[in-house]
């Protein structure tokens, strides 16, 4: 089991930038594929944005791409959710997860983090 502590949430304006981070407390980062995933009060945990376990190929939901960018430093244990041209729709509790196998876009992790808040004013 490791542990996942992300940062960097809070208040931001409709067509402001954020930039959340995951480090992972295991150092042999690049053996786990990592995502993001959001969720809001009374909805299911949806998929934002996933990377592999080397960091070379990344998944993204149709409803963020091209506005957010996830990007993993191996050397540095931490994955990074650039979010650009944040709408208030995006606002949400954002979760880190890692699982030590390949990607996948359910939330069949094993490992969580203790999410951070993002709001998003209109």
């Known amino acids: 089991q490791v542990q996942l502590v992300e940062s960097g949430g809070g208040l931001v304006e409709a067509g402001g930038s954020l930039r959340l981070s995951c480090a992972i407390s295991?150092?042999?980062?690049?053996?786990?594929?990592m995502a993001w995933f959001r969720q809001v009060p009374g909805k299911e945990r949806e998929f934002v944005a996933g990377i592999s376990r080397s960091g070379m190929i990344t998944y993204y939901a149709d409803s963020v791409r091209g506005r957010f960018t996830i990007a993993k430093d191996n050397a540095k244990n931490t994955v990074f959710l650039q979010m650009n041209t944040l709408t208030p729709e995006d606002t949400a509790y954002y979760y880190c997860?890692?699982?030590?196998?390949?990607?996948?876009?359910?939330?069949?992790?094993?490992?969580w983090g203790q999410g951070t808040q993002v709001t998003v004013s209109s």
């Open positions: 295991e150092h042999t980062a690049n053996t786990y594929s």
């Open positions: 997860a890692a699982r030590p196998a390949a990607f996948t876009r359910e939330p069949f992790y094993d490992n």
